[in-house]
């Protein structure tokens, strides 16, 4: 017990920032350019060419993102949007930002996704989109997405939080669908601290985005303050604040160049966790199919609650004691007072979301994690099941 609590605690999370990041950030605070700027469109370009996209298109957020999206849609007071009831609220919310109804849907017990047989049910002829969030970072199955939204004139814009890099089939996330929208929130597998994308091959929603996220301003506003640029501009719209900032996007460069070894530390964190825990009785480990590249943005386990003692609340502290920190992903939100209150939700409404939320923990997964520190949270779980079993 004493050497326990002296051992120093393993956090859930650290960002995967080193000294190129800190020196891109520098160089572009000593550039002069510390709003949107030229960065800001190279971190564009390369994000387009990495994912394989005609365009990329930078915001401040994740959500901003994703309402942009539903904005480029036109999407209106009334109308209906398919959502996981397993999600950030993000995913939701920015439909109730245009007075529609997030219409939230159960998901599938595997890989803990939209269930496609609940959107079914979910259907009515307000229905517009569906916005597919690709959990933990495993790719939903895109082919039966598409086809589920064209049979009944549905747009689909993903929501690839924890997606990058992650694949379907050969194809990456991000040019699947109409728009996909991107998060660099602080914790994502690709940070800028905060920042988003949307990624799209259509001209019209990179054009009615571009605009959207900078005041309605006519197109490229910030070049009015380069050389070339003029002081005159027009406002086609009411639009949003939700440019990103250079100093953001020159952290978003590095981070870009390296996603793909980030990743492979992260797979093989995730296979060194399947490795040890898979045959356990007490925890459910995550799989991913063979047809996906999975982007481990978290290592979702499930206790089983037949032969363990502790329930999920238990569990945490216990592995907080022990100096693992954890994470909950996430209250579905159909237990969430706003949801209840607004949208008439409520406990029951959701089975399969339920139980996964009875039992499920995030446990660490991220680059700078040790073979030594999978091992520990590890042996950790395994005393822990020893322990308490029931
Ligand atoms: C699934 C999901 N969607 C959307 C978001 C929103 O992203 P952001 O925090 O960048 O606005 C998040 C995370 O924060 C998320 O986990």
Redesign the pocket.
């Known amino acids: 017990m004493e050497a326990r609590t002296a051992i120093k605690p393993l956090p859930f999370h650290v960002p995967a920032i080193q000294e190129e990041e800190i020196q891109a950030v520098v160089e572009a605070l000593r550039s002069g350019w510390i709003s949107t700027g030229p960065r800001t469109k190279l971190f564009e370009e390369a994000f387009a060419k990495h994912i394989g996209t005609k365009h990329a298109l930078a915001v401040n957020?994740?959500?901003?993102?994703?309402h942009l999206s539903l904005e480029a849609i036109a999407i209106k007071e009334g109308d209906e949007v398919l959502v996981p009831t397993v999600?950030?609220t993000?995913?939701a919310e920015v439909a109730a930002y245009f007075k529609a109804k997030p219409v939230l849907v159960d998901i599938e017990p595997v890989h803990f996704n939209i269930s496609l047989e609940d959107a079914e049910r979910k259907v009515t002829p307000k229905t517009r989109a569906i916005l597919p969030?690709h959990?933990a970072g495993h790719p939903c199955p895109m082919d039966d997405v598409a086809e589920f939204a064209e049979s009944r004139d549905l747009v689909v814009i993903e929501?690839a939080?924890?997606a990058i890099p992650a694949s379907y089939r050969r194809r990456k996330v991000g040019t699947m669908s109409p728009l996909t929208?991107f998060?660099?929130?602080a914790?994502?597998t690709l940070t800028t601290g905060?920042?988003?994308m949307v990624t799209t091959d259509d001209d019209r929603f990179a054009e009615r985005i571009r605009i959207m996220r900078l005041h309605g301003m006519d197109r490229e506003a910030w070049k009015r303050y380069t050389a070339e640029g003029t002081w005159r501009y027009e406002i086609s719209e009411a639009g949003y604040k939700y440019n990103l900032t250079d100093p953001q996007a020159a952290m978003g460069l590095v981070q870009l160049s390296k996603c793909d070894q980030l990743w492979k530390r992260r797979n093989a964190i995730a296979d060194q966790y399947r490795r040890a825990l898979e045959s356990s009785e007490t925890y459910r480990t995550p799989k991913a199919d063979a047809d996906v590249q999975h982007a481990w943005h978290l290592y979702v386990i499930l206790i089983n609650p037949a032969v363990l003692r502790l329930d999920r609340d238990q569990m945490i502290e216990e592995l907080r004691r022990r100096g693992i920190g954890t994470g909950v992903?996430?209250i579905p939100l159909h237990l969430q007072p706003y949801y209840q209150r607004t949208w008439g939700y409520k406990v029951g409404d959701f089975p399969i979301a339920e139980e996964y939320f009875e039992r499920c923990i995030s446990l660490p997964i991220y680059p700078s994690m040790t073979d030594d520190d999978v091992e520990r949270v590890v042996a950790e779980l395994q005393d822990i099941a020893v322990g308490f079993r029931k």
């Open positions: 957020s994740g959500t901003a993102a994703l999600t950030f993000a995913t969030v959990f929501d939080a924890h929208a998060s660099f929130h914790v994502k905060e920042g988003g992903h996430f």
